[in-house]
């Protein structure tokens, strides 16, 4: 069984309390978010935070494929939010293993009544179908190729935080982007917060044609033009393992692409540098870039917990997500 964002059978109003996509979030349910989690960074920094002493529940993080930054990030947001999280981290050791199939270890775990669910699947699991046949929220920590909303809402806020307004603003993605789920969300979020998105990237790398007539869609064949137009400057893992035994050209790719001291001086003095991680050095990004008083690489992880902490406040408050 399988779906995709074009998907369009099925009941918004039953799954709008999950965060599936980001297709029916509504810009003032998006601001709301970057504020309740700028309010727990707040709180956190000022040790004001609610240390939770009531047990609200359980929620099933399920992550069929491999997470360290977003796991831990709803790991540790689950738990500041008065959850204990129930965490499957792959296949090894489960039923998957007997033949279980995905959809069937989540009617299971269901079974045992969590509060919510968590998710990182590959592209063929049934994000939206299991939507609307659960009786408890589901919220998607990454879909295969599909999409990972969380993460651009993390790096939208990331922006938010810097300039006060994401409107108007210029956001490059530099890598491969034919693969990137993080790419699929943010061209679901400029549409609903009026950004701009720019691709550089070799050829090899380039979406299918028909995903290229976005009008908000920028494409650069010289890195220094495309840091030069850029606002925020995400740089995007080469996922090695998503190209299936297609030969890469790594070192014309570094020549060309990646973020050294010496390209970045195209990028503005108030320009953001980014990475979703896990970070190549020396392919995508020196290590030297980690340095440089633009990149916010470690601000990103910072602000996901509290973001994904708003996001699962909202759940439990029993919040829609549209």
Not at 96 to 105: R, S
Not at 189 to 216: H, I, T, W
Request: with cysteine; hydrophobic share 40%.
């Amino acid at each position: 069984m399988s779906t995709s964002f074009s998907d369009q059978n099925y009941n918004r109003s039953v799954i709008g309390r999950s965060l599936v996509d980001l297709n029916h979030l509504s810009s003032e349910t998006i601001h709301s978010l970057f504020n309740e989690s700028l309010k727990l960074k707040t709180e956190y920094a000022q040790n004001k935070w609610s240390k939770q002493t009531e047990l609200k529940g359980l929620a099933a993080l399920l992550f069929f494929e491999p997470s360290t930054r977003t796991r831990f990030s709803f790991e540790s947001a689950c738990v500041r939010s008065g959850v204990h999280p129930l965490v499957l981290d792959g296949g090894q050791g489960t039923s998957l293993e007997k033949g279980e199939t995905l959809e069937d270890t989540v009617l299971n775990i269901e079974a045992m009544k969590p509060l919510f669910f968590v998710i990182r699947a590959p592209d063929e699991f049934p994000f939206l179908q299991l939507a609307q046949q659960l009786d408890v929220p589901m919220i998607n920590a990454g879909w295969g190729m599909k999409g990972h909303p969380t993460q651009a809402l993390l790096d939208m806020l990331t922006v938010y935080e810097k300039f006060k307004t994401v409107e108007n603003k210029n956001v490059l993605f530099v890598g491969d982007i034919k693969h990137s789920r993080v790419v699929s969300s943010h061209l679901q979020l400029a549409e609903k917060l009026n950004y701009q998105v720019g691709y550089c990237c070799p050829d090899s790398f380039m979406p299918q044609q028909a995903s290229l007539m976005n009008p908000r869609l920028h494409l650069f064949n010289k890195l220094e033009q495309a840091l030069n137009w850029a606002d925020a400057a995400i740089a995007l893992r080469v996922q090695k393992e998503r190209h299936f035994g297609e030969k890469l050209d790594l070192q014309s790719y570094v020549e060309r692409y990646a973020l050294t001291p010496h390209s970045v001086k195209a990028l503005k003095s108030d320009a953001l540098i980014m990475h979703p991680g896990p970070i190549n050095y020396g392919v995508e990004m020196d290590q030297a870039i980690t340095r440089d008083p633009r990149a916010v690489i470690l601000n990103l992880v910072q602000n996901g917990t509290f973001l994904r902490q708003a996001v699962i406040q909202s759940v439990l408050n029993g919040g829609v997500f549209q």
